[in-house]
């Protein structure tokens, strides 16, 4: 995050390695729309960052603009106009309901991550804070306020992502295919969630997946009514309240839409999603379908929202960069297609529709155990069991209970893989799985000379040097499997886990000492190729290096957010696992100590007192301001500011102290952490 700035009369630009970046503020005249209108198809990708603030302005972003990134500060950075349908135009006739729009996107590939959206007109007339008519539309950690008719999404495909959407009558509607995942949904008065209008050749219109719907309380809500014939709408797995009316949905007054409209029901959970008695012409849908439609790819087909290591993004590099991270991509679907083909054997052989879910709620076993154990039946069994688990791509999933037994043909590796053919975490670094697992058998190996447990190591190292990206870093997991866990992960220790344990192949040491030559010089590279990720990823602000975030960007090496909780950062706490690496390495590049210089200063300079920690049951309570001289620091600092920040995970914004944060949120996260202590020591 190496960025020069020149001032111009409204903006900032800089260039970096993804196309042209413009920094904004609010100002008297609508510096949003000025931005836009200087943009061409020739600029490329633009990513505009939006400084918290209220921008009061009427957008529109026409088809002849470049892909765009809107990057706001979640909850503080607001785009809000209050037109509504009744509103004239420069003609004196009303605009009508499309033209209401806070902001109108017909361009395709537009992004926007922490902004609120928002028409303040008010209740009892259409108005609408945002209308997309773009193809591939990203939404995430995005709010949406409005009354009647909120959210318009129109023509092609659009995805949500951990957004917010308020509103009161047929305030989500349009006809395009719209994917919703992990929103959270509130209805402000009676009315209807959706109004679809889908067209009779789509398979999908609107999918809500994992999305909690709220209301005020004592309302009339109707998950939807048929704007056209043809509407399709699913909720599947989400919390529905006890406002929803028993019979879900409306037909508009129309019975002939009875017969067309595709409306489904699936595991919902709450007060309001009892099936009993609603209308006769509530479609079934199977198990298998519901865990299919769960995957967005399979809703979009040839475009999935979730990738964020992407070919376009891979196109955009230097042709001798593009050849690298082309050929990881094909590695990454080729070692996908061969394990899943491995695990559709086993089923056709055992004659069963879908794999049985192993059990979860354990951890890697210990490598720290007596010699004399290693030896043990119980340890051999052990072993046994563990190998009977590993991927084939030579990893592990997490969370395994292998008090469990062996696995057997048939079972999945992953217990997080759910539905008939769910791939997730098959093969991951999160939670200590992989390496743990190979330091125990590594050892196992070391006491027993056990040639199962030196294959299953060989295959384990080779799992971790087939995973590291071309720069360095790694992935959550592997073979990628999109989202946010194909970011450069820091988080958790995954990618140092990683490094610590090719440094000891590297450098054979126990319990490594048997891997040969071309593994250990395999190690040896893969080592230096991180230390050199991990310089280049230190976050520089104002050109002063600081320390790093969480995850980072697997192409640019940029800070950037993972789940709700967990925003683009300064990370106190896992950043002291890349220090403590480094210091190990000091004398292997002359650019460690003056970094170790540049992230110790930091955590120095930006340690806060008066935090005295508790716990009421479950959550973790944070008393602020008092005199207690113990040092402290926020899991999350700000990337400008560089203050403590609260990000929440059911409200969606970020805080500036914990206690707003507790006020709106569960907090059994560690929002602040001493971890950094030692290092000022």
């Known amino acids: 995050m190496r960025i020069r700035l020149f001032t111009l009369v409204f903006f900032v630009i800089s260039l970096m390695s993804e196309g042209k970046t413009i920094s904004l503020k609010p100002g008297k005249t609508p510096v949003i729309?000025?931005?836009?209108?200087?943009?061409?198809?020739?600029?490329?990708?633009?990513?505009?960052?939006?400084?918290?603030?209220?921008?009061?302005?009427?957008?529109?972003?026409?088809t002849n603009k470049p892909p765009l990134k809107f990057v706001g500060n979640p909850g503080e950075t607001r785009i809000v106009?209050?037109?509504?349908?009744?509103?004239?135009?420069?003609?004196?006739?009303?605009?009508?309901?499309?033209?209401?729009?806070?902001?109108?996107?017909?361009?395709?590939?537009?992004?926007?991550?922490?902004?609120?959206?928002?028409?303040?007109?008010?209740p009892g007339i259409q108005a609408v804070a945002l209308s997309v008519g773009g193809e591939r539309a990203i939404f995430r950690n995005c709010r949406f306020l409005g009354w009647q008719d909120t959210l318009l999404v129109r023509r092609k495909r659009q995805f949500f992502d951990q957004c917010k959407?308020?509103?009161?009558?047929?305030?989500?509607?349009?006809?395009?295919?719209?994917?919703?995942?992990?929103?959270?949904?509130?209805?402000?008065?009676?009315?209807?969630?959706?109004?679809?209008?889908?067209?009779?050749?789509?398979?999908?219109?609107?999918?809500?997946?994992?999305?909690?719907?709220?209301?005020?309380?004592?309302?009339?809500?109707?998950?939807?009514?048929?704007?056209?014939?043809?509407?399709?709408?699913?909720?599947?797995?989400?919390?529905?309240?006890?406002?929803?009316q028993p019979e879900g949905w409306n037909n508009w007054r129309d019975p002939k839409k009875e017969k067309t409209a595709r409306y489904h029901e699936w595991r919902n959970t709450g007060p309001g999603a009892a099936t009993d008695s609603r209308v006769s012409w509530l479609r079934p849908l199977a198990p298998a379908q519901?865990?299919?439609?769960?995957?967005?790819?399979?809703?979009?087909?040839?475009?999935?929202?979730?990738?964020?290591?992407?070919?376009?993004?891979?196109?955009?590099?230097?042709?001798?960069?593009?050849?690298?991270?082309?050929?990881?991509?094909?590695?990454?679907?080729?070692?996908?297609?061969?394990?899943?083909?491995?695990?559709?054997?086993?089923?056709?052989?055992?004659?069963?529709?879908?794999?049985?879910?192993?059990?979860?709620?354990?951890?890697?076993?210990?490598?720290?155990?007596?010699?004399?154990?290693?030896r043990s039946d119980q340890a051999n069994d052990l072993a046994a069991v563990v190998i009977s688990f590993q991927t084939p791509n030579g990893g592990w999933a997490k969370n395994?209970?292998?008090?469990?037994?062996?696995?057997?043909?048939?079972?999945?590796?992953?217990?997080?893989?759910?539905?008939?053919?769910?791939?997730?975490?098959?093969?991951?670094?999160?939670?200590?799985?992989?390496?743990?697992?190979?330091?125990?058998?590594?050892?196992?190996?070391?006491?027993?000379?056990?040639?199962?447990?030196?294959?299953?190591?060989?295959?384990?190292?080779?799992?971790?040097?087939?995973?590291?990206?071309?720069?360095?870093?790694?992935?959550?997991?592997?073979?990628?499997?999109?989202?946010?866990?194909?970011?450069?992960?820091?988080?958790?220790?995954?990618?140092?886990?990683?490094?610590?344990?090719?440094?000891?192949?590297?450098?054979?040491?126990?319990?490594?000492?048997?891997?040969?030559?071309?593994?250990?010089?395999?190690?040896?590279?893969?080592?230096?190729?991180?230390?050199?990720?991990?310089?280049?990823?230190?976050?520089?602000?104002?050109g002063t290096p600081t320390i790093w975030c969480a995850q980072h960007d697997p192409l640019t090496l940029a800070p950037s957010g993972a789940r709700m909780q967990e925003p683009a950062s300064l990370s106190s706490y896992e950043s002291v696992s890349v220090i403590r690496f480094l210091e190990q390495m000091e004398k292997v590049d002359n650019r460690i100590p003056p970094a170790l210089r540049a992230a110790r200063t930091w955590y120095r300079d930006h340690a806060v007192t008066g935090i005295i920690p508790s716990r009421q049951g479950k959550n973790l309570r944070y008393q602020e301001g008092t005199s207690d001289p113990a040092l402290w620091w926020g899991r999350f600092h700000d990337l400008k500011t560089q203050t403590p920040i609260f990000p929440g995970a059911q409200c969606g914004g970020i805080h500036s102290t914990f206690q707003s944060l507790a006020a709106q949120n569960t907090t059994a996260y560690q929002y602040y952490c001493d971890r950094p202590r030692d290092l000022l020591r």
Request: net charge neutral; aromatic share 10%.
């Open 290 to 374: 519901g865990r299919g439609i769960q995957r967005p790819w399979r809703v979009f087909r040839k475009w999935d929202p979730m990738v964020i290591l992407s070919e376009e993004r891979v196109a955009s590099l230097t042709p001798e960069e593009q050849k690298k991270w082309q050929a990881y991509l094909q590695r990454s679907r080729s070692e996908l297609n061969r394990s899943q083909n491995i695990l559709r054997k086993e089923l056709a052989d055992q004659d069963i529709d879908a794999p049985r879910t192993p059990k979860d709620g354990g951890r890697p076993p210990s490598a720290k155990r007596d010699p004399d154990w290693f």
């Open 165 to 244: 959407i308020a509103g009161s009558v047929d305030f989500i509607f349009g006809d395009a295919t719209a994917y919703f995942q992990n929103c959270h949904i509130h209805c402000r008065d009676n009315g209807y969630i959706t109004a679809a209008s889908t067209d009779e050749d789509k398979e999908f219109g609107y999918v809500f997946s994992n999305c909690r719907i709220t209301s005020e309380p004592n309302l009339k809500v109707y998950l939807g009514r048929p704007w056209r014939p043809h509407a399709s709408v699913h909720f599947l797995e989400c919390r529905l309240p006890d406002t929803i």
């Open 81 to 122: 106009f209050n037109d509504s349908a009744k509103t004239r135009g420069p003609d004196e006739r009303e605009i009508g309901t499309f033209r209401s729009a806070t902001i109108t996107i017909e361009s395709d590939d537009f992004t926007a991550e922490g902004i609120t959206f928002e028409n303040d007109h008010g």
């Open 400 to 542: 395994l209970d292998y008090r469990q037994g062996k696995r057997t043909p048939g079972t999945h590796w992953s217990a997080q893989s759910k539905g008939p053919f769910g791939w997730h975490y098959v093969g991951t670094l999160d939670n200590n799985a992989t390496t743990g697992e190979l330091h125990f058998l590594a050892r196992h190996h070391l006491e027993t000379q056990s040639s199962a447990s030196k294959t299953a190591v060989l295959r384990g190292i080779d799992f971790l040097l087939d995973a590291q990206y071309p720069n360095g870093g790694w992935p959550q997991g592997w073979p990628l499997e999109g989202g946010y866990h194909d970011q450069i992960t820091i988080n958790d220790d995954a990618m140092l886990n990683a490094l610590e344990l090719l440094n000891q192949v590297a450098g054979q040491k126990k319990p490594f000492t048997f891997v040969g030559d071309e593994r250990r010089q395999r190690a040896q590279k893969a080592v230096a190729r991180a230390i050199n990720c991990l310089l280049n990823a230190q976050i520089v602000i104002d």
């Open 33 to 62: 729309q000025q931005a836009i209108d200087r943009l061409t198809k020739s600029d490329g990708f633009t990513l505009i960052r939006l400084a918290p603030g209220t921008y009061r302005e009427k957008i529109t972003i026409p």
